[in-house]
């Protein structure tokens, strides 16, 4: 199992950033991908989910109305389009894939989003 998040870096406040996932390596299909962040000294949050199937989508209220979340299926990619950030947007960000039946999630390694002037 192989996932793979790209996209982070430095940006300023109320600039833009687009984050992608890519999956692959997995013996069933996913179910749900979701993008995750996690601040130094803070637990992990969920940012947002999308289902696979339908594309239903969840989001943290902290995000509503900034991010949006999308997927390839034909890819296993999600990403994650960040506007109007904040500076307490900063965090690690990482993808998750959960899969049909098992449930199982698997998570990548993280990408950094940093937001200061």
């Known amino acids: 199992v192989h996932i793979a998040e790209s996209g982070g870096g430095l940006v300023q406040p109320g600039g833009s950033l687009r984050l992608s996932c890519v999956a692959s390596?997995?013996?069933?299909?996913?179910?749900?991908m979701s993008w995750y962040r996690q601040a130094p000294g803070t637990e992990r949050a969920l940012v947002a989910t999308?289902?696979?199937?339908?594309?239903?989508?969840n989001y943290a209220d902290f995000v509503k109305g900034r991010f949006t979340i999308s997927r390839d299926n034909g890819k296993n990619a999600v990403y994650l389009q960040m506007n109007n950030l904040k500076p307490e947007d900063a965090a690690v960000y990482s993808c998750?894939?959960?899969?049909?039946?098992?449930?199982?999630?698997?998570w990548g390694q993280g990408t950094q989003v940093t937001v200061s002037s």
């Open positions: 998750s894939v959960t899969l049909w039946f098992s449930g199982t999630i698997y």
């Open positions: 390596g997995f013996t069933a299909s996913p179910r749900y």
């Open positions: 999308i289902a696979t199937v339908d594309g239903s989508t």
